[in-house]
């Protein structure tokens, strides 16, 4: 069993919708959560971090952290073709040691 | 600020040769992580560097892999006689302090894409 389990998708969406990813992990010692953005052929890009349970939001972009259950979310409003991106969660127990879901691929189309 | 910079970007290596990938963190960041991904799966942690010092290299295959971060120069990932199954993506990353889990996380570089044939 992978420490961290994400659907790689694809996922595709018209401009408009709402994107829902997520990602569960068997690790009840990871308290830092991370949502990833990476651009074909570039490094990833930080987009949320949440410490411990609970939601955060930024624009479009909310996250959400349930530890009882070793659930995580993400949310992408009023989706636009921008956002046609890989999204990898991550997750660590300590405070540099990332451990990263497979990552899945969303188109939003135009 | 130029980011993180890794070069080559691509790297070609028959059997049996040796590579090496460099990155050269940002401005004012003294820790460097370095992170492996295979296709189809999630980045790997393989090391965690300060300058002169290796504090975690819990993620490295036993053989083959080294790598260093100096006190002048960009930081050295080191994979001799390399194998098909090395073929991956390697990251670098980069922070000011201790923490890629924070609201600062790491910055992460494109990547040196190793191809071995």
């Known amino acids: 069993q992978k420490e961290v389990e994400q659907d790689p998708g694809p996922l595709s969406v018209p401009e408009g919708a709402i994107v829902s990813l997520n990602c569960t992990y068997s690790?009840?010692?990871?308290?830092?959560f991370m949502w990833y953005r990476q651009y074909s052929r570039k490094g990833p890009e930080l987009l949320m971090y949440?410490?411990?349970?609970g939601n955060k939001e930024d624009g479009r972009f909310t996250a959400q952290v349930d530890k009882s259950s070793k659930y995580i979310s993400l949310f992408i409003r009023d989706s636009q073709p921008s956002d046609s991106a890989t999204y990898l969660c991550?997750?660590?127990?300590?405070?540099?040691?990332?451990?990263f879901g497979a990552g899945t691929t969303v188109t939003v189309r135009a | 600020n130029a980011g993180v910079m890794q070069n080559p970007r691509h790297l070609v290596r028959r059997r049996g040769q040796e590579a090496r990938l460099r990155c050269s963190p940002m401005?004012?960041?003294?820790?460097v992580y370095w992170y492996r991904q295979l296709p189809e799966e999630g980045l790997k942690f393989m090391v965690y560097?300060?300058?002169?010092?290796?504090?975690?290299e819990s993620g490295m295959p036993k053989e083959r892999f080294s790598a260093e971060f100096p006190k002048e120069g960009p930081s050295i990932l080191r994979i001799q006689q390399v194998v098909r199954g090395d073929s991956a993506a390697y990251f670098c990353?980069?922070?000011?302090?201790?923490?890629?889990?924070?609201?600062?996380?790491?910055?992460f570089g494109s990547g040196t894409r190793l191809t071995v044939v």
């Open positions: 949440t410490y411990s349970s």
């Open positions: 401005k004012g960041h003294s820790h």
């Open positions: 690790n009840s010692a990871f308290q830092y």
């Open positions: 991550a997750m660590s127990a300590n405070d540099y040691k990332l451990s």
């Open positions: 990353a980069s922070s000011p302090r201790s923490g890629g889990s924070s609201n600062y996380g790491y910055t």
């Open positions: 560097l300060q300058k002169e010092n290796i504090i975690d």
